[in-house]
């Protein structure tokens, strides 16, 4: 890490520290809210400071998006766009999402691998940039678009099946991933060369290696590939049909401590190494990245509400569960999340370190969000922290238990000043989980 990376690791720290204890001392969190999502926004301007700064190449063309799963949240998406950062969106709610944060559709790329018809056909409507998935899918973009012209930048999406990383469900460029079109299955670069042939209107190619466990080498290695592909359809189209590679997001981010490792810069610069034909003009880039750019800006804090002990284990149960940390509950091994043990004013927790767990408040065996983890003894009144839970945790609720979907609260300030807090997400009503359960519903017959 280099001083400058790591001095602001620690006024990030700092800032997340100042904003806990007034979080508490403010009741962002309390009895009645008993569970709060955090945001730090002076860290969201700075990864997306860096991460334009690291693909900033004269003469290219770069648009990030931001893939809107990751922290599915208007004003999120709001700020994202301030800081020139478009949407990156799978679904129709993550489209609308996009639109009502004013992302304008020229900065928006629709990815995903189900889309309807009438998905198709509203994002070729409005002009949005669509990778198609599969052949059937190409067949049907032809069809609505011999019924209706468009101004969509329109691709394909190739699995370059350069293999997995550490985590199976994360890894989207294996042999038999689902998405796109698998690349070195026989006939597949064909069917790719003879589909672009025939329809002049494809100029952009997309991959997407994979999230969360896929290195860095093999991140750059799927994008050498799609790079590859792409010369090989403008050689034989005889100019430069593929004008555009969307490169996707993945880039991993280190729950293990404050650092930001890798970087952007990092990743680029590997990029400049491995494909320097996408920096040298004749490409615009598209990128798609999530994670990396929320996760170390986000903190879940939670009250204690009981404290207790079984087969000599002591036992944290919190209100911070799988409906915030679902991913870390579900699969612990590679998911794990740095959890602070934190005092009643949400002051770290001082104490010999003691091995026990953080429990949720959901109704099965498994809720833990830390097993075995050695801290300061939590205690009832206390509070506890799951650091780097900005892209993915608590904006991607699950609900069960009826459990309601937490306050979220963006922050910023200074270091070591009092930080002010802006909403982002009001708290679930119980008349909003009411409504959402069919609560106003007729009831069914016998
Ligand atoms: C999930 C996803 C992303 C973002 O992945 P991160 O690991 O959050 O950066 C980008 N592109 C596509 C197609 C995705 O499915």
């Known amino acids: 890490m280099t001083d400058e990376a790591r001095q602001a690791a620690e006024q990030a720290a700092e800032r997340r520290s100042g904003a806990l204890r007034a979080a508490v001392a403010r009741r962002l969190v309390s009895e009645e809210q008993p569970v709060v999502g955090l945001l730090d926004t002076a860290g969201v301007r700075r990864s997306a400071t860096a991460l334009h700064a690291a693909f900033a190449t004269p003469g290219v063309a770069v648009q990030h998006t931001f893939a809107v799963k990751a922290a599915s949240l208007v004003p999120v998406l709001g700020l994202l766009r301030e800081y020139g950062l478009g949407a990156e969106v799978a679904s129709p709610g993550e489209l609308a999402l996009a639109r009502a944060a004013g992302i304008p559709p020229a900065m928006t790329v629709l990815d995903s691998p189900a889309k309807s018809t009438a998905e198709l056909r509203e994002a070729l409507a409005l002009g949005i940039a669509v990778n198609a998935d599969n052949p059937e899918e190409l067949a049907r973009i032809d069809a609505l678009l011999a019924a209706a012209p468009s101004a969509s930048p329109l691709g394909l999406r190739v699995n370059p099946q350069v293999g997995g990383g550490s985590i199976d469900a994360m890894s989207t460029a294996t042999a038999t991933s689902k998405f796109g079109v698998a690349l070195r299955d026989p006939g597949a670069e064909e069917w790719v060369l003879r589909s672009y042939a025939e329809r002049p209107w494809l100029t952009r190619l997309h991959t997407h290696t994979g999230s969360q466990g896929v290195p860095l080498p093999l991140m750059a290695a799927g994008v050498r590939a799609a790079y590859d592909l792409a010369e090989r359809i403008n050689a034989a189209?005889?100019?430069?049909?593929?004008?555009t590679l969307d490169i996707g997001g993945g880039l991993p981010v280190d729950f293990t401590s404050d650092a930001t490792d890798p970087t952007f810069g990092a990743y680029a610069d590997l990029l400049r190494a491995e494909v320097p034909g996408l920096f040298d003009g004749r490409y615009g880039i598209v990128t798609e990245f999530g994670r990396s750019l929320l996760a170390k800006h986000g903190t879940v804090l939670a009250r204690v509400e009981y404290a207790k002990s079984a087969g000599g284990r002591p036992i944290a149960v919190t209100h911070a569960g799988a409906q915030v940390a679902t991913r870390t509950v579900f699969a612990p091994d590679a998911w794990p999340l740095r959890v602070l043990a934190l005092d009643p004013q949400g002051r770290p927790k001082t104490g010999e370190p003691v091995v026990q767990d953080?429990?949720?408040?959901?109704?099965?065996?498994?809720?833990?969000?830390?097993?075995?983890?050695?801290?300061?003894?939590?205690?009832?009144?206390?509070?506890?922290?799951?650091?780097?839970?900005?892209?993915?945790?608590?904006?991607?609720?699950?609900?069960?238990?009826?459990?309601?979907?937490?306050?979220?609260?963006?922050?910023?300030?200074?270091?070591?000043?009092?930080?002010?807090?802006?909403?982002?997400?009001?708290?679930?009503?119980?008349?909003?989980?009411?409504?959402?359960?069919?609560?106003?519903?007729?009831p069914l017959q016998p």
């Open 237 to 243: 189209a005889g100019r430069q049909q593929v004008t």
């Open 358 to 442: 953080v429990a949720g408040p959901c109704c099965f065996a498994g809720d833990l969000v830390a097993r075995g983890r050695a801290l300061p003894l939590l205690a009832a009144g206390d509070h506890v922290a799951l650091l780097d839970t900005g892209a993915y945790y608590f904006s991607t609720h699950f609900a069960y238990n009826a459990l309601p979907r937490p306050a979220v609260w963006a922050y910023a300030g200074e270091p070591g000043a009092e930080p002010g807090f802006a909403p982002v997400r009001a708290a679930q009503t119980l008349d909003e989980l009411l409504a959402e359960s069919g609560a106003a519903l007729p």
